[in-house]
């Protein structure tokens, strides 16, 4: 017998693609791994286990945007980065980069800021946060720090525009460890392009 037909599941894959896409868009979902799996069930095929990437998401995701909402998305962005710039800002005693959706255009209206910060003394973000009269919920996030991986503070705030806004808080020494890159962290000065551009 021969192989199975790659360019089958490769169109079902891209299919799952953009449905998960369209539902993110659409109904404001958030979770990637719940649009697949709904996708996947809306499409009659619950069990599978060729799921888009997440890479493959958000470029089916930024399609969609510029295809069915180019008008309504760019000044939601826009607004999503000045808010999260302005974050930046008064976070900048510890390094602040922007990651995810909002940096790289995928973001909705619902979409969260998150944004990393650096320091050695996770102390010193919380008495920050609380010198400020901020009001915020203080967890804990699983990331990976010099090739391991390790639980880090996290801090939620909501704007006053109701943008949830997640931060964590990383050593000092993972600021030099060369896995930022332009097209997925981005300081206040790379903000500031975009918004400029």
Not at 22 to 41: N, P, S, Y
Not at 98 to 127: P, Q, Y
Not at 148 to 176: C, D, F, K, W
Not at 188 to 196: G, N, P, Q, S, W
Request: aromatic share 6%.
């Amino acid at each position: 017998m021969g192989k199975p037909h790659p360019q089958r599941r490769d169109l079902m894959r891209e299919q799952l693609a953009h449905l998960a896409a369209r539902m993110i868009a659409k109904d404001g979902i958030t979770d990637f791994a719940f649009a697949k799996r709904k996708a996947a069930r809306q499409l009659g095929a619950a069990d599978t286990q060729h799921l888009p990437s997440n890479q493959e998401v958000e470029e089916a995701l930024l399609s969609y945007r510029a295809l069915y909402q180019r008008d309504s998305h760019p000044d939601i962005l826009y607004h999503l980065r000045e808010e999260a710039l302005a974050a930046m800002h008064l976070l900048e005693p510890f390094h602040p980069y922007l990651v995810g959706s909002v940096l790289s255009g995928t973001a909705g209206e619902r979409s969260d800021i998150n944004l990393m910060l650096f320091s050695d003394d996770a102390k010193a973000v919380l008495l920050f946060l609380l010198k400020h009269n901020l009001e915020f919920e203080d967890g804990e996030w699983k990331a990976r720090v010099g090739g391991r991986e390790e639980s880090v503070p996290s801090y939620t705030m909501t704007s006053e525009s109701g943008t949830q806004m997640h931060i964590i808080v990383l050593p000092e020494n993972a600021r030099h460890s060369g896995s930022r890159h332009p097209e997925t962290h981005a300081d206040i000065a790379a903000v500031e392009t975009l918004l400029a551009g």
